[in-house]
T-cell receptor, first 111, second 114 residues
Framework: QQNVQQSPESLIVPEGARTSLNCTFS?????YFWWYRQHSGKAPKALM?????GEKEEGRFTIHLNKASLHFSLHIRDSQPSDSALYLC???????????FGKGTVLLVSP | NAGVIQTPRHKVTGKGQEATLWCEPI?????VFWYRQTIVQGLEFLTY????????DSGMPKERFSAQMPNQSHSTLKIQSTQPQDSAVYLC????????????FGEGSRLIVV
């Protein structure tokens, strides 16, 4: 049974700061790793994904994946107030598109 | 493309009543998922359809919850004899079925059982 844990539970950072969010998973056979973002009252939306060890950058956002450590992370450069949201990490296995989510990190970026 | 459409957006039911929630997936998506979101438990998987066939209902509370997908354009989640602990946001998502494809979520149906 896949267990996905996120840390921290909540985070307040000033505008312009670098933000780091963490996710650990329990099943070493996991293949696909996602970050979703959910603004209050809205649908979760896929932010970024990574499928192999290493780093992937898209604009201000970077994902790091270390499968051996069962850990991946999301880093936000130059955080903006519009980045304030619930960040959800998720993991899926090969051959099956079902995602198992962590409970989320609430990020507040103060102007 | 209107995205995943869920109705109703809000529903209040009395304890013991039945609630039916509807989902229209994105056209062309063969995989449909139902999740439940609460503050305490986060996003919990309920059930999954592939090409309208039920594939995995391992997250469904067995006695009062049921889900169907009678055609490719809609799925329903039915909760019988609702209880206060069923209060949650129920989220539907759809995707292309191959592994690694993005799940697109609807905005959810907020169910409150009083």
């Amino acid at each position: 049974q896949q267990n996905v844990q996120q840390s921290p539970e909540s985070l307040i950072v000033p505008e312009g700061a670098r933000t780091s969010l963490n996710c650990t998973f329990s099943d070493s056979a996991s293949q696909y790793f996602w970050w979703y973002r959910q603004h209050s009252g809205k649908a979760p939306k896929a932010l970024m994904s990574i499928f192999s060890n290493g780093e992937k950058e898209e604009g201000r956002f970077t994902i790091h994946l270390n499968k051996a450590s069962l850990h991946f992370s999301l880093h936000i450069r130059d955080s903006q107030p519009s980045d304030s949201a619930l960040y959800l990490c998720a993991v899926s296995m090969s051959g099956y598109n079902k995602l198992t989510f962590g409970k989320g990190t609430v990020l507040l970026v103060s102007p | 493309n209107a995205g995943v459409i869920q109705t109703p957006r809000h529903k209040v039911t009395g304890k013991g009543q039945e609630a039916t929630l509807w989902c229209e997936p994105i056209s062309g998506h063969s995989a449909v998922f139902w999740y439940r979101q609460t503050i305490v438990q986060g996003l919990e998987f309920l059930t999954y359809f592939r090409n309208q066939a039920p594939i995995d209902d391992s997250g469904m509370p067995k006695e009062r919850f049921s889900a169907q997908m009678p055609n490719q354009s809609h799925s329903t989640l039915k909760i019988q004899s609702t209880q206060p602990q069923d209060s949650a946001v129920y989220l539907c998502a759809s995707s292309l079925d191959s592994s690694g494809n993005t799940l697109y979520f609807g905005e959810g149906s907020r169910l409150i059982v009083v």
